[in-house]
């Protein structure tokens, strides 16, 4: 690893149990706070997150303004479950209507920010098992502790659960296999970020409404490599919250989500390092799936859009000033 990145990692790592709930309560004074979870079909796991928040860092202890659930077009019951316990919903294409409809996760993490109030934001992936608010109070210590310290990412141990007993250290494959070797091949300054696709992280809303939101499974990439090269380095932190355990993909779809990863990268580099030509790769992915009739060739597009920086569109500024009047 770079000294840079090994002397980065030293200085900015640190784990939940170093930020109790006292210290943070007393660093909060006036700044709103928010929690956003994007969701799409996750009836069985949004609850119990919204409850834990709502209950520690809300009822308990005044740390959390607002915890709201993006609903990304579920078809399930997720919408209420959240709303029953304790979250403000918002269907992400009821938000901005104007700016028309993209699609997936980034979308849902982008529209988030003409919703809430908070100057900290916190988004949680709605598919954890075993969730706890120290994932919360954990993200939020170097950004209530230290001005310099604009986007948090967290960190843990990533079992991937199989039919039999969890295998320690296996899951995070499209981290491991495509992310962390692009990382180190091509921005080796962010090599000791050690979960850059975990869907954990906050970050200052002045950062946030700064920077473009790569639509899709490329808006965790994109949002770090921006973020690495609008503020540095130093303006990341990272934080140890132990465990992750959440809903496995299919590899076909991890395929899919590795295509995305890889499009949000290639975008990158010539967009910071004009290192690539000009000419956009294609967006066509083909998979093979064994039938009982043969191999059957499944075709999709793994593209992504981006939606521009918040701060730069019309509606933002006077949806911010209707909520927070
Ligand atoms: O169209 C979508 C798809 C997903 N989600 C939600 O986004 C979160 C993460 O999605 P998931 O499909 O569970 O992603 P993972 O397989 O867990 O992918 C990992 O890697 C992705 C790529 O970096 C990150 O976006 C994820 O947060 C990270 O957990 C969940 O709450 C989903 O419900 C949406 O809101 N809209
Ligand atoms: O973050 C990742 O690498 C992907 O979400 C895949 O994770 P998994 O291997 O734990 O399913």
Known sequence: MLPEAASWMRRRTSAAADWPLPGLLAAKGTTRISVVLPARDEQETVGAIVGAVRADLMERAPLVDEIVVVDSRSSDRTAAVAAAAGAEVVAQDDVLPGQGRMSGKGEALWKSLAVTTGDLIVFVDADLRGFTSSYVTGLLGPLLADPGVGYVKGCYDRPLLTGGRPAEGGGG????????????????????????????????????????????????????????????LD???????????????????????????????????????????????????????????????????????????????????????????
């Open 173 to 232: 494959r499209v981290t491991e296999l495509v992310a962390r070797p692009l990382i180190n091949l091509h921005w080796p300054m962010l090599a000791a970020v050690m979960q850059p696709l975990g869907g954990e992280y906050a970050g200052r809303r002045a950062l946030l409404e700064r920077l473009p939101f790569v639509t899709g499974y490329g808006v965790e990439l994109g949002l770090l490599l921006d973020v690495f090269q609008e503020a540095g």
């Open 235 to 325: 303006a990341i932190a990272q934080v140890d919250l132990g465990r992750r355990v959440h809903a496995h993909q299919s590899i076909e779809d991890l395929g899919r989500m590795s295509g995305q990863i890889m499009l949000t990268a290639w975008s990158r580099l010539q967009r910071h390092r004009r290192m690539l030509p000009l000419e956009a790769p294609a967006t066509a992915l083909a998979q093979f799936a064994r039938t009982p009739g043969g191999t059957e060739v499944r075709e999709s597009d793994i593209g992504v859009g981006e939606r521009r920086p918040m701060a730069e569109v019309p509606e933002y500024a006077a949806a911010r000033r209707s909520l927070l009047s």
